[in-house]
């Protein structure tokens, strides 16, 4: 199983092979489409001319990495506070993790504390730590067990809800509906 985004083959191909890639998609993967939020991850590569480095992300200059996420085209909506928040989230993989963002689920046995240690990262509430649990469990075999049920509703395998259920133009159409019925609905209950 993979990713596959309808984003350039080399940013799948990067997400695909790149642990931290990966966990900085789901990062950014807020208030922009998730085309772009899993794309970028590839953009900073080109723009830093290596891949990835949790040690480097998390020592690198804040002034010098908010100008890399603000480079047009910027990385993010909001390139100060999330090349923030990445930095912030590559402290945490450097402190708990070596550096490396797989050692977040190496030898994990138990889903719910699977869950329990990604909602730990920065920017990573209930819901978002969940869709990343469906997404390593769905498309890179990630699979402790229970990790369906910690993942809720995101774990079903019949879901088109998140990125995670992403695998082709019919999915996104699908993924795409659900948020916006999910967003229609919360529209509603607050109007009330």
Same mark, same amino acid.
């Given at each position: ?38 794309? *970028? ?7 830093? =001319? ?9 020592? #690198? ?13 910027? %990385?993010?909506?909001? &390139? ?26 190496? =030898? ?13 990262? &920065? ?12 997404? %390593? =469990? ?15 509703? #995101?774990?079903?395998?019949?879901? #088109?809800? *998140? ?7 019919? *999915? ?21």
């Amino acid at each position: 199983m993979a990713l596959t985004l309808p984003i350039d083959p080399a940013a799948n191909e990067l997400l695909n092979r790149d642990a931290l890639a990966r966990l900085l998609g789901m990062v950014l993967d807020q208030q922009v489409p998730m085309e772009k939020a899993f794309s *970028s991850p590839y953009v900073l590569t080109q723009r830093l =001319g290596h891949d990835l480095d949790a040690r480097e992300l998390a020592e #690198y200059d804040p002034e010098k990495l908010v100008a890399l996420f603000a480079q047009p085209p910027a %990385l993010h909506r909001f &390139p100060k506070a999330m090349a923030a928040r990445v930095q912030e989230v590559c402290r945490v993989l450097v402190d708990r993790y070596d550096g490396d963002a797989a050692g977040l689920w190496a =030898g994990m046995t138990d889903g719910a504390e699977l869950l329990r240690r990604i909602a730990e990262l &920065p920017g990573f509430g209930a819901q978002k730590a969940q869709i990343f649990l469906a997404l %390593l =469990g769905k498309r890179f075999d990630v699979r402790p067990e229970g990790w369906r049920e910690a993942a809720g509703g #995101y774990g079903d395998a019949e879901a #088109y809800r *998140s990125v995670a259920d992403v695998t082709d133009a019919e *999915s996104l159409r699908r993924v795409r509906e659900y948020k916006q019925q999910m967003k229609a609905a919360a529209k509603a209950k607050t109007a009330r």
